[in-house]
């Protein structure tokens, strides 16, 4: 038995890469584990947003839309069964530091080309350039 790492932000790319890796895994017998990354903004929290709490705990937050993610893409039976981490960090790195040792790394497709994606960036692009292990990019 094996992991599968599959990259989830909530966006509707991520969760069909989700429904993607959770099916490899259910023919496979390997593990899921759901990745979200989060980075603190160039600038304070504080200056950005007047009033915010002591508390405020940018990870649990995280954690929490994660777990939120899956149980509304899985239901709550299905995503009690996926392992979830949440990390600090870029979300290209993450997934890759997260991949080793991995069997296979799920991420979606946003579906930028051209310009746009050379001035934006892209996880897959990077992922499929430098992880350990292979890579599926889940396409709309």
Same mark, same amino acid.
């Given at each position: 038995?094996?992991?599968?790492?599959?990259?989830?932000?909530?966006?509707?790319?991520?969760?069909?890469?989700?429904?993607?890796?959770?099916?490899?895994?259910?023919?496979?017998?390997?593990?899921?584990?759901?990745?979200?990354?989060?980075?603190?903004? /160039?600038?304070?929290? /504080?200056?950005?947003?007047?009033?915010?709490?002591?508390?405020?705990?940018?990870?649990?937050?995280?954690?929490?839309?994660?777990?939120?993610?899956?149980?509304?893409?899985?239901?709550?039976?299905? /995503?009690?069964?996926?392992?979830?981490?949440?990390?600090?960090?870029?979300?290209?790195?993450?997934?890759?530091?997260?991949?080793?040792? /991995?069997?296979?790394?799920?991420?979606?497709?946003?579906?930028?080309?051209?310009?746009?994606?050379?001035?934006?960036?892209?996880?897959?692009?990077?992922?499929?350039?430098?992880?350990?292990?292979?890579?599926?990019?889940?396409?709309?």
């Amino acid at each position: 038995m094996g992991r599968i790492v599959v990259g989830v932000d909530g966006s509707a790319s991520s969760i069909k890469a989700l429904h993607w890796a959770v099916r490899q895994g259910e023919l496979t017998g390997d593990t899921v584990e759901a990745v979200n990354s989060w980075e603190y903004p /160039a600038t304070s929290w /504080a200056s950005m947003m007047p009033g915010l709490p002591e508390d405020f705990d940018p990870q649990a937050l995280a954690q929490v839309s994660l777990t939120e993610a899956l149980e509304e893409a899985l239901g709550a039976e299905t /995503a009690a069964t996926i392992t979830k981490i949440v990390v600090i960090g870029n979300p290209a790195q993450s997934l890759i530091d997260r991949a080793q040792g /991995a069997s296979l790394l799920v991420v979606g497709a946003r579906g930028y080309s051209g310009i746009k994606a050379t001035l934006l960036g892209s996880v897959s692009l990077h992922v499929t350039q430098n992880s350990p292990c292979p890579v599926t990019v889940v396409r709309d």
